[in-house]
């Protein structure tokens, strides 16, 4: 999947909320509708979504549905990024001087 359309997957907060469950451990439809405030039906329309672009991934334990987090298109991303970083780490070093020399004083 090409880094735009996962932006465009991403750019939706419930499904990285969404994901920022799932990266602590895998659940189930019911334990995400619990954790959010959306309904089960919204939970299962943004988990097919993640799932469609690779996001997240499911097992079937008896008769539960559990989801993982997949990393993978996240690396992608990751990747894309790496040339733009010096953008604003750059900036992030010079605050941390900034701050650090404002201490001194």
């Known amino acids: 999947m090409k880094p735009d359309n996962l932006f465009e997957i991403l750019a939706e907060p419930n499904r990285r909320t969404i994901l920022d469950y799932l990266r602590v451990k895998e659940r189930s439809v019911g334990e995400l509708v619990a954790l959010s405030s959306l309904s089960q039906p919204g939970v299962s329309k943004h988990l097919r979504i993640l799932r ?3 996001l ?3 097992r079937k334990d008896a008769r539960k549905h559990l989801y993982i987090l997949s990393a993978q298109p996240l690396a992608e991303i990751d990747h894309w990024l790496e040339p733009y970083r010096q953008f604003w780490s750059n900036k992030l070093d010079d605050l941390v001087r900034q701050l650090d020399e404002e201490e001194e004083l």
Request: charged share 15%; hydrophobic share 50%; no cysteine.
């Open 52 to 54: 469609d672009a690779g």
């Open 56 to 58: 997240v991934s499911v």
